[in-house]
């Protein structure tokens, strides 16, 4: 399905070099800022007090968040669980305090303000906990990036395997560069939209790809950056579609989800963008600059110009 179709080729390869030279800068100083502040890891990561609580009738998440704020928790994860009378909270380690302190110190706030809240459960979760959902984290990242080169290396060619893992590493350094340099919270639901992205701009320069081996195939009078501008060309309306799509459905995440799923849908908002740019631009560029020919994607005979178009060329996902 097609909004519009756009009978001129859009010459993106004749931009490609400025544009890429914007990207490395971009992920220069997302590098800088990962190690120069690092992440401002969660709970999860760095270990703190978890509080199990129960209310008569529904409890106001935002009451309560505002509750823990005023003794000095910046950094404080209030979310339901279970019912809607249900609240679990998560506070980060305070030094001088134990999880006893803590849990006691909140307790008292929160009865204050509504007496007959009640403690489920109380719990410490150690920073060697976090160390191992790091450790499991990373491990997770690293099976996608080798599986995504598998999968393109078969279905492609080693080249635009390199290319695309290339590229959504770069969109992936960019987002935790963001984190960084704002040292917004990075939790768990953050790590599941990072990974989220990976697919998601696979999906992007694998619809890209996938025309510029059926156009190798149909133009055998065009150059290879000729090629890859058609193809980007033609599926410029898909792409408006799926990501136009997905964007309204991650704003809406991020205006009406609340403090619980914030920094997720800002995670995805910002790789969705980055996703779009590093598919068409640089996974695409770099693909070019690898040298991919026609004879690296087409096997048998090849369509001329000028011949009927194969009614099953096209983008296929």
């Known amino acids: ?34 190690f120069h502040r690092g992440l401002h890891l969660s709970v999860e990561f760095t270990g703190g007090t978890v509080m199990e609580v129960a209310y008569k009738q529904s409890a106001d998440v935002g009451k309560v968040r505002e509750t823990i704020a005023k003794l000095g ?29 803590q849990s006691e110190q909140v307790m008292g706030a929160l009865k204050a303000v509504d007496p ?14 976090g160390d191992e959902l790091t450790t499991n984290g990373l491990k997770a ?26 590229a959504n590493l770069h969109d992936v350094v960019i987002i935790l560069g963001f984190f960084a340099f704002f040292q917004w919270e990075f939790s768990l639901a953050v790590l599941a ?7 998601y701009s696979v999906n992007e320069s694998v619809v890209i790809f996938d025309r510029v081996r059926e156009n190798f195939r149909r133009y055998r009078k065009l150059n290879t950056h000729e090629i890859i501008d058609s193809a980007i060309t033609s599926t410029i309306s898909r792409t408006i579609i799926t990501h136009g ?34 598919s068409a631009f640089v996974a695409a560029a770099i ?19 000028g011949d009927p178009d194969d009614p099953n060329a096209g983008a296929v996902v």
């Open 245 to 278: 799509s997905t964007q309204l459905v991650v704003l809406s995440m991020f205006f009406f989800g609340g403090p619980t799923l914030h920094y997720f849908a800002l995670a995805l908002t910002i790789g969705i963008c980055f996703g779009i740019y590093s």
């Open 73 to 101: 928790y910046a950094d404080v994860q209030v979310q339901n669980f279970g019912t809607s009378r249900d609240v679990q909270i998560r506070l980060p380690v305070q030094k001088g305090m134990s999880s006893a302190q």
């Open 193 to 199: 939209a990072v990974l989220a992205v990976l697919g």
């Open 1 to 34: 399905m097609e909004f519009f179709r756009i009978h001129k080729t859009i010459p993106f390869m004749r931009h490609a070099l400025i544009l890429n030279a914007v990207s490395f800068i971009t992920f220069a100083l997302a590098v800088f800022f990962l």
């Open 141 to 166: 990242l690293g099976m996608v990036v080798v599986g995504i080169m598998i999968y393109l290396a078969f279905r492609f060619e080693w080249k635009f395997a390199l290319a695309t893992v290339l």
């Open 116 to 129: 007959e809240v009640v403690l489920r459960g109380n719990e410490f979760v150690g920073p060697q906990v």
């Open 287 to 305: 693909a070019m600059w690898l040298g991919v020919k026609r004879e690296d994607l087409v096997k048998g005979p090849v369509k001329r110009d």
